[in-house]
C-alpha cells in the first residue's frame, strides 16, 4: 500500500512534533493550510495550541467546510488537547473567557477547558487505554498542558481513556479526541492507533 498523506493543520500550535512522529511510522505528513491540503488528504490531524485562536484561523483560512466535508467522506481526523477542543460540539471554560468560539462540532462531547487547573498547568502521567495498549499492557505515557476534561459524552462516543476518572481520550466513529498530546513523549501507540484507523478506511474506501 502506497503511504497514507496525513495532514497536520499548521495554522498555530504544536503541530512539527506530529509531522515527525507520523513521518517516523512511515506517512506522509505535511502541514496544512489550504483547503485544498485537507481535502487531498487520508488524515486530518488538529494539534494542540489555544483553540479560540485556532478556531478563529480556521474561519479565517476557510477551512472549516473542509474539515467538515472530510469527516462526511469518512476520513480519520485526530484532535490533541486544543484540537480536542475545537472538534466538540459543547465547550465550557473554568476560567472566565467562556463560549462563543468558533468549533466544527464533529464529536458529540461537553468539554471543558483549562480544566485540571491552574496550580498543575503541565505535568506527565501513565494511563490506562487498554484499546491501544492491549490489557494488561505497558501503559501509555502522556503529558497534559493546560489540558481539557471531556465531560459528557453522546451514545456514539466510546471512551478509550480516564484518568483520575476524568475522561481524556474518545473515539466517535473515525474522530478521535485526547486532552493529552502523545507528541511530546517517546511513545508512538497513539500515533499508531490513529494510523490504523486510516488504514482501515483506505480499505472501506477501495471497496467501494
Ligand atoms: N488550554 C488550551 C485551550 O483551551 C489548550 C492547551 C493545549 O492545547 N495544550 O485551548
Known amino acids: 500500500m502506497s503511504k497514507p498523506k496525513i495532514a497536520v493543520l499548521g495554522l498555530q500550535g504544536d503541530f512539527h512534533k506530529h509531522i515527525e512522529r507520523l513521518a517516523g ?9 489550504l483547503p485544498e491540503e485537507i481535502s487531498e488528504a487520508d488524515g486530518l490531524i488538529i494539534p494542540g495550541g489555544e483553540s479560540t485562536t485556532i478556531g478563529k484561523l480556521l474561519v479565517r483560512y476557510n477551512l472549516l467546510d473542509s474539515i467538515r466535508t472530510a469527516s462526511d467522506f469518512g476520513k480519520p481526523i485526530y484532535g490533541t488537547c486544543a484540537g480536542l477542543i475545537v472538534l466538540a460540539t459543547r465547550i465550557t471554560s473554568s476560567t472566565s473567557e467562556r463560549g462563543g468560539q468558533p468549533t466544527l462540532g464533529l464529536l458529540d462531547i461537553t468539554v471543558s477547558r483549562n480544566a485540571f487547573g491552574r496550580q498543575i498547568d503541565s505535568f506527565e502521567s501513565t494511563i490506562d487505554a487498554p484499546i491501544i495498549t492491549g490489557v494488561g499492557g505497558k501503559p501509555l505515557s502522556a503529558v497534559f498542558i493546560r489540558a481539557p476534561i471531556v465531560e459528557e459524552v453522546g451514545n456514539n462516543v466510546q471512551v478509550l481513556a480516564s484518568y483520575n476518572g476524568n475522561i481524556v481520550f474518545v473515539r466517535q466513529d473515525r474522530i478521535l ?32
Open 177 to 208: 479526541g485526547s486532552s493529552f498530546h502523545p507528541e511530546l513523549t517517546d511513545d508512538d501507540r497513539v500515533h499508531q492507533y490513529f494510523l490504523s484507523v486510516v488504514d482501515e478506511s483506505l480499505v472501506t474506501v477501495t471497496q467501494h
Open 25 to 33: 511510522l512511515g506517512a506522509h505528513a505535511y502541514a496544512a493550510r
